[in-house]
């Protein structure tokens, strides 16, 4: 049975695309520096960190709220 998520904001964002989408409006380098993890500030890559990301729940949570953060950022900035 699936059950819909209409309040959930990152319900059907994988959390390659949160990567993704992050790593182009930021870069590596203002990644790195905003969540300070090996996998964004020493040779960073999407597959490496996404491994990383899998394994850590607390590295996730914070790629989450920065997403998070970039998404209510640029809809204020689009009204």
């Known amino acids: ?31 790195g520096e905003r969540i300070n993890i090996r996998c964004f500030t020493d040779d960073p890559s999407i597959a490496s960190s996404l491994k990383f990301l899998r394994r850590t729940p607390w590295a996730r949570e914070k790629v989450e709220s920065l997403y998070l953060y970039m998404v209510r950022q640029n809809a204020r900035q689009s009204r």
């Open 1 to 31: 049975m699936t059950h819909s998520q209409p309040a959930n904001p990152l319900h059907g964002v994988t959390l390659e695309m949160m990567l993704n989408q992050l790593v182009t409006h930021y870069g590596w380098q203002d990644l």
